[in-house]
């Protein structure tokens, strides 16, 4: 079956923050279509609670967010990246304001949280904790004001498509099922994260990093896919999501607790709840390991704090945890850690370009090298606005570069129908299998099971033909390189953690890993 044709200027695949703000830059220049697999809010940018980070408090310097966050990184940020990202922060936090972005004051003041490894109290914050729905609120009704701009859901991204080395199309299943050819003079990655790699994670549905195992069959590199970043607390409870209970509360003087009901962190670091989320997860993966419980648990305890305010500037995890009973302000909240970040991605420049021609990438499914081996909290709505920005800029001058005629690419027949039981199988599979030997403590021999598993899987995939299917395909790709990064990686830095390794190896591996078609190689 032929696909239909179309055609656009410039082509956004993924519609939260970096993907919105990218097209906002972009409507001056042409004709912009975004893409979003399903409802525009349906995506890491809507779930994001603690805020977004940015030197703009009395108190505070732009050098002092930088040190932060080269701190985090652990050694391996991209300098430049990194100072990019703080210098640019106000500006585009004055322009959200000015397109209505509705951030918490105290009167006229914007107010600022706190979060852990960060020196000052810079994190901006919306309806309390529902920051990033009202950014995502804000860019969404600001794009719809541009005619340029149009925004398509549940239009899935299957694979690009190149001539003559550059990318020059996108292959979709569109909203009726149908498949489609979409040619444009550029193509922007704004897919998002892969965390639903991992049987727990704060991630939403969508993030199976498609972005980024498109952008390897098309041929560009990636870079540091080792580092996922885990979040130390998600709510725990047998049938409920792995809801994200935000380091803000951390910050705002909760306590975590073990099943003895001892506060652990001042054992592990003199920054106690505060420390980087990798020395947080890794304490209490020790602290659920030595209770030798069947199923252990770990608690969060914001019982001293006063109850009026946990409410007031914690609605939204208060309401969802009274969902499940659990009365937050005299209750102790049973958790644990989940996956919750790509440090990792798509490998771009500082405009967005990664190293196929017409390609861009920006957010999180990119790999700017911004956060190093582990993110500072609250920096990466701010990287979707600054990156998403730079990409949309850079990618104007692509009009000169017209699109290549694209030929009917055939399809094979495709169904939307239920999926099947397999799919379904495998998927928990690689989830099962990234958790227990790619997860947050690793080691050389569990990460070459975790490989030999995800190779033979392959076979069990077979040829993808709905939507599912082809997600199933890219985590399982995603699974094999994140696994082959960190078994490349023999040291312990940021949110990557070898018991087989576990020091620093600053001569060998204070660089980047790259992904290049069957290669690793550092640099
Ligand atoms: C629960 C939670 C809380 C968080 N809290 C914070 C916080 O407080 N502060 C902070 O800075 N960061 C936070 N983060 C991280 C931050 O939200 C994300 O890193 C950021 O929003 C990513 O933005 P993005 O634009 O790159 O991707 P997303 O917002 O995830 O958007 C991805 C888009 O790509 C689309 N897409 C994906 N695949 C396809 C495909 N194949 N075809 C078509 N479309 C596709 C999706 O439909 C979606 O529209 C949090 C994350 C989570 C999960």
């Known amino acids: ?63 002092l967010h930088l040190q932060d966050t080269l701190g985090a990184g652990d050694g391996l940020c991209n300098p430049d990246a990194a100072k ?60 719809k004001t541009l005619n340029q701009i149009s925004v398509r859901e549940f239009e899935f991204s299957i694979d690009l498509v190149t001539e003559a080395g550059r990318v020059c199309a996108v292959q979709v ?13 550029a193509v922007l990655l704004a897919t998002g994260g892969m965390g639903q790699l991992y049987a727990n994670t704060t991630n939403p549905s969508v993030a199976t990093g498609d972005g980024v195992a498109m952008a390897y069959r098309a041929g560009a590199e990636l870079t540091d896919l080792e580092f996922i970043q885990f979040h130390p607390t998600a709510l725990y409870l047998k049938k409920a999501p792995r809801f994200l209970l935000s380091e803000a509360l951390r910050g705002e003087g909760a306590h975590l607790r073990n099943m003895e009901m001892t506060r652990f962190m001042p054992k592990y670091h003199s920054m106690g709840e ?79 370009r990664s190293t196929v021609p017409g390609l861009y990438a920006a957010g999180e499914a990119a790999g700017t ?34 699109a290549q005629s ?11 129908g239920p999926v099947p039981v397999p799919v379904e199988v495998i998927i928990t599979q690689i989830q099962d299998l990234m958790w227990k030997q790619a997860g947050i403590v690793r080691t050389g021999s569990g990460l070459k099971q975790a490989i030999k598993s995800l190779e033979e899987l392959d076979a ?25 990064s960190a078994l490349a990686r023999e040291e312990s830095r940021g949110a990557h953690y070898r018991t087989d390794f576990p020091d620093h190896n600053d001569a060998k591996f204070l660089k980047h890993s790259v992904v290049a078609g069957e290669k690793i190689s550092f640099s």
């Open 1 to 63: 079956m032929p696909a239909t044709l179309s055609e656009t200027d410039f082509l956004i695949i993924g519609a939260g923050v970096a993907g919105l703000r990218a097209a906002i830059e972009l409507a001056p220049a042409g004709r912009v279509l975004v893409l979003a697999k399903r409802e525009v809010t349906d995506s890491s940018t809507q779930y994001a609670q603690g805020g977004i980070a940015a030197a703009l408090s009395d108190e505070d310097e732009i050098s």
């Open 84 to 143: 990019v990202l703080v210098e640019e922060a106000p500006q585009c936090i004055e322009e959200l304001i000015s397109w209505g972005t509705q951030f918490d004051r105290d009167g006229t003041k914007l107010t600022f949280g706190r979060e852990g490894a960060h020196s000052r109290n810079r994190i901006l914050h919306a309806h309390g904790d529902s920051t990033g729905r009202e950014i995502l609120r804000a860019l969404y009704a600001k794009a």
């Open 173 to 185: 299943i569109d909203e009726h099922g149908q498949h489609r050819t979409i040619r444009a003079s």
């Open 274 to 352: 505060l420390a980087p989320r990798d020395v947080v997860a890794r304490a209490i993966m020790h602290e659920l390991e030595r209770s030798r419980a069947k199923d252990p648990i770990a608690y969060l305890d914001l019982t001293d704090l006063d109850a009026g305010y946990i409410q007031k500037r914690f609605p939204r995890i208060y309401s969802t945890c009274m969902q499940y009973n659990i009365d937050i302000t005299t209750e102790l909240i049973p958790i644990r850690p989940a996956a919750h970040y790509a440090m990792g991605g798509v490998r771009t420049d500082l405009q967005g």
């Open 369 to 402: 090298g911004v956060h190093g081996a582990n993110r500072l909290a609250s920096n990466s709505l701010l990287e979707g606005l600054v990156f998403g920005t730079r990409a949309g800029r850079k990618m104007r001058d692509e009009l000169k570069s017209p």
């Open 406 to 416: 694209v030929k009917d690419v055939p399809q094979a027949a495709y169904s939307d």
């Open 460 to 484: 069990q995939l077979g040829h993808a033909h709905n939507r599912r299917e082809f997600e199933a395909r890219n985590l399982r790709i995603n699974g094999l390189l994140v696994a082959r």
